[in-house]
């Protein structure tokens, strides 16, 4: 048995459901890749539904903790704050990208794990973003957008590589688990905000001063 079932169960459980799909997983398949007796499961997350709880938990209690600190920066200007998010989540899913596959698939199923999610973590993401394009259009860095359509144009961006992976390797040849991809395609969604988002002008010199 290795030193951290607990660990080896849940890099076990989001290998076996990005190839099996989490319907095509057993207990028993979990517990022969974890190297570990199928009880470990139950003392530790009671069942199947109680690990893909525990797996959205994981990424989204991360996701939030990346876009939060980029989010800590609005001070310094909206463009500033909202590359920082960007590149935090996206750096992030690049280095996590079994379970952020799994994830970003799950969240297509309606269900009530699903639904709490999106009452919860999704609706503080929005409102962080919200309230990004809301400054950067007021301080003159951002056109007057809608910001509904802003943010499904900004997450459809941050998804599809992930929720696309053949895709994206085998047609674009392109690796979204290297760094290359992830400074590579950060710089280019930091080129999108600019260029759709933005306005050109330069915040003021007063916020940048601490940075």
């Known amino acids: ?33 974890a190297d570990v007796n199928a009880a470990n499961i139950s003392y530790y997350f009671r069942n199947k539904n109680g690990l893909l709880e525990n797996c959205f938990t994981v990424f989204f209690e991360s996701y939030m903790e990346e876009l939060e600190k980029g989010f800590s920066l609005l001070e310094y200007g909206a463009e500033l704050c909202l590359n920082a998010m960007v590149d935090n989540v996206l750096r992030y899913q690049c280095q996590n990208i079994q379970l952020t596959r799994f994830i970003l698939r799950e ?15 999704h609706v503080k993401e929005r409102y962080m973003f919200k ?6 259009m007021e301080n003159g860095e951002f056109k007057k957008h809608s910001i509904q359509y ?4 900004l997450k459809g961006l941050l998804s599809m590589p992930f929720l696309n992976t053949h895709y994206v390797t085998e047609v674009l040849h392109v690796q979204p688990h290297e760094k290359y991809f992830a400074d590579k395609y950060s710089h280019e969604i930091s080129q999108w905000i600019k260029g759709t988002l933005g306005t050109g002008h330069q915040v003021h010199e007063k916020m940048l001063i601490n940075i």
């Open 107 to 121: 969240m297509t199923i309606d269900s009530q794990v699903v639904r709490e999610i999106m009452s919860t973590y």
């Open 1 to 33: 048995m290795r030193k951290n079932s607990k660990a080896a169960i849940i890099d076990a459980a989001i290998y076996l459901f990005n190839t099996k799909g989490f319907n095509g997983t057993s207990v028993r398949d979990i517990a022969a890749k």
């Open 150 to 153: 802003s943010i499904l144009q």
């Open 131 to 136: 309230k990004v394009l809301e400054a950067g």
